[in-house]
């Protein structure tokens, strides 16, 4: 039950580092309630994408558009800069980002965590943002662990926890950028099960992942990156049945028969 309102929208996004063309011609539109996963080999541009969003990296040329609030090529004019560092502000308090490494702050425990950003970024009230909180982390599985330290847990109940701490920022769309590589393999699947979750609760995500068992079941939408560009763009039955470039061809039946 998705409507088809457009929450990105990305034009001939590109990226240069110096000399390196690292995002080629970006085309893309992400709906409200989509699940895309974008996979691809490595260094073919998958974090330097999510980064762009984000204005984490200030993207060369193209425009991202993300609820209105435009973001624009450095090449594209005077005052770009400006308007860009505007429009990320407004851009990010409506985008959560979920890294590889969790970044939970050591010295708080989980709940502490879980409340700093909508106190401090948002000024929510504390007694209404620590519910908002418990009701997240018992979402997430790690409501026992409110009062433990992040390094007290696991990779994968750290990851969890870091879920939630995006979720307490209300974001209308969230992007995640490897959320399992850096766990050991049995902690991979408590955390694949909480993004679908939030998947089947109908938030829009990006998820960049190599668990394609994961991306059969939660995928609306598959994303394959190769050298920069999105080479393929279907149902994840189209481009892990039928996808129409070899690269993908050869990428599939690498990983698939391991
Ligand atoms: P992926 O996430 O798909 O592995 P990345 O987006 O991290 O790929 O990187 C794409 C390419 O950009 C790689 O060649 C990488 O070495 C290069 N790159 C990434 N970040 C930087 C940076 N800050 N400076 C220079 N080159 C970078
Ligand atoms: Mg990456």
Redesign the pocket.
Known sequence: MTTRDTVISVKNLSKY??E?S?LRKIDIDVHTGEVICII??????????L?CLNYL?KPTGGEITILGNTLYGISSGANVEKANEKNAREIRKNVGMVFQQFNLWPHKTVLENVIEGPIQVKKADKRASIQRAEDLLKKVGMLEKKNAYPLQLSGGQQQRVAIARTLAMDPKVILF?EPTSALDPEFVNEVLNVIKELADDGMTMIV?THEMGFVAKAANRVCF?DG?YIIEDGSPQEVFKHPRTERAKQFFSKILNV
């Open positions: 580092y110096g390196l690292v691809g080999p490595s260094g073919s541009g998958k974090s330097t994408f980064r990296e950028d960049v990156m920069g």
